[in-house]
Structures are given as C-alpha cells and as structure tokens.
C-alpha cells in the first residue's frame, strides 16, 4: 500500500514560555502536496499540544513509501476550508464603493401577534452592492446582454477540481502565464494565491493589490480553465499606468468564464486535490453578488487507535 510522509524539523513555542523541538520527525501526509499550515496543525493535533504559539516548520520533505497493509483500508473523508470574508454591517470591500447596511425590518417582538404563544421570528433587511465581500463576476457585468447570475450553470460554481497559483511572498504583484503555463487548468477552478488578502479591512487594501496579466487571461481561456478567483481587491491591475483596461475581466468574462475577487486563506490549500464552490443566488439582470466560497479538501482518518500525524485541525 503506497503511503504519503513528510519529513522536516520543528520548533513549537507555547504561550507559557516553554518550547519543543524535533527534527527528522516524519509524519503521514494525505498526499504530497500538502501545505506547511497542514503540517503544523496536523503536528499539533497528532501530539496533543495545547497553548501553542507558533511553529516554525524546516526542512520539509514529502515521499511516498510502501507499506503493508496492517487493518482496513482508511476512510476517506473532507475537510471544509472556509475562503469567504464575513460581510458585517459597514464594512469597507473596496475603497470608494458603499459599505452594506443592515437593520430589522421585523424585530421578534413585533412578530409575535402573528403567531402563537411562545412563536417568534426576526425579517432581516440588507442594502448593499452587488460588488461586497467575496463576489463573483458573471459576464453581464462586463458586458450589457452578458449572461447574468441567473444565467451561469452550476458546473462553472460548484464542486470545481482546484488548482492554486501561488505567488504569495515573491514580491511580484502580477500573476503572468509564466507562473500559469506548467499548469493543466481545462475544468478546473484556477486560485490565485497572491497574499493580497492580507491588508483586507486597513486602508492599504486596494491600493496596488496583485493581479492577473493580460498574457495570463488569455493563456487560461485557450487552455479552458472554468473559473478564476483570486485573493485581491481586483484581477486587474487598477493603478492610474493601467489606463482603465481591464483585460482580465474583459477576456475571462468574453469567454463565460465567472471571476471571483477578495478570495481568502488560499494558503489552507493544496496546489491540487481540493474541490471549490462559490454559487451565488440565481438574481435576474444582475451582473456581481457576494458567494460563500469555499473548498473540500480530502484527507484520511486511520481505522485503527494510532492516529499518525493527525488528521485533524488543532484545536
């Protein structure tokens, strides 16, 4: 039986002031492109710790190996990986567009005559664009006869096989077709992992935030992909040398292909192996409406009482 480990070295500091060390520690992974986020929980959860601070991770090395078998095979299961900002009353998605407005329009209290003893609801009310939060992007908002929210199939938002596009922490702000073109991307949901959700909720969000070329729009309509998200203010450079093109937009839209924009916690995933959905209502006329985006990522949990490397999130 093949069977997927990680090896690396471990620093873990606790919030009491006190410290672990490991190295050479390997640990079963659930294949090998897990994430070093993975690894830490897994790490944590598998040892029981509490109060942990940080880990710091080095020298990480995935393998397979072969294994024979010593009990049932294991049980696959899903973890849920939330990529969804909260939408709260005034919160600020991008600079410059109105903040949503939520109130009651029906209190509990002033519910209850209309109901039996004991019954009670509340009616919410939100005014807002269609453009706060994490949103998605259908073709009429580039383009007056475009298809609209009610008009995009549910294969192009839901259960999409994923592949994430990390350029995080490389200081470029552009994803090119240079980082896109080793990819296999037909059918598939394509996530831009650009760290740009970082500055999300301060002013310098928006403000130069990471984006997609031109060169990289349309290597991904050729090559087929399903649907783009990425965690940033706008797919399209927005600064004043862009000159008010958007390409991105204009080319993944064209071609019916939905964007989502101010993804975020892209580094929970692997690059390949998890399956995204980000389905909106289906509104009539209307080109933009936030989603819950959000990704299944499968992992295992052993049959038998020795847990390896835990399967579970820490807690």
């Known amino acids: 039986m093949r ?40 790490l944590v959860s598998s040892l029981g710790l509490r ?28 973890r849920f990986v939330e990529l969804s900002h909260v ?6 998605t991008y600079p410059g567009l109105d903040a949503p407005v939520i109130t009651l329009h029906r209190s509990w209290a002033e519910s209850r005559p209309q109901y039996a003893e004991g019954t009670e609801f509340s009616f919410d009310r939100i005014e807002m664009l ?13 383009y007056e006869g475009g298809a609209d929210l009610a008009g995009m199939p549910l294969e192009r938002l839901a259960d999409l ?84 093109e958007r390409p991105a937009h204009t080319l993944l839209l064209a071609a019916g292909i939905p964007i989502v924009e101010h993804l975020t916690g892209l580094e929970n995933l692997p690059p390949h192996g998890a399956r995204f959905t980000a389905a909106p209502p289906r509104i009539a006329a209307f080109g933009t409406f936030p989603v819950r985006a959000y990704a299944q990522v499968p992992h295992y949990e052993p049959h038998d009482h020795t847990r390896s490397a835990g399967w579970m999130p820490a807690r």
């Open 3 to 42: 069977v997927y480990r990680a090896e690396l070295t471990a620093d873990v500091t606790f919030t009491t002031g006190g410290r672990l060390q490991a190295q050479g520690l390997r640990v079963d992974v659930p294949h090998l492109d897990v994430t070093e986020a993975d690894l830490a929980r897994m």
């Open 51 to 78: 109060d942990v601070e940080r880990v710091e991770l080095t020298g990480v090395r995935t393998f397979a190996a072969e294994q024979a078998p010593t009990g049932p095979p294991a049980a696959p299961r899903l």
């Open 87 to 92: 939408i709260s009353d005034g919160m600020v």
């Open 130 to 142: 269609g453009q706060t939060g994490t949103y998605l992007d259908t073709p009429r908002h580039r």
């Open 161 to 244: 096989p994923a592949v994430v596009v990390r350029t995080a922490g490389s200081g470029r702000r552009a994803v090119t077709e240079d980082d896109l073109e080793p990819l296999a991307v037909a059918g598939h949901a394509v996530l831009l992992h650009t760290g740009g959700d970082r500055d999300w909720g301060t002013p310098r969000y928006g403000l130069e935030p990471p984006h997609l070329t031109a060169g990289g729009a349309a290597l991904l309509v050729e090559r087929g992909a399903a649907l783009v998200g990425i965690d940033s203010a706008n797919i399209d450079d927005n600064t004043p040398a862009s000159g008010g």
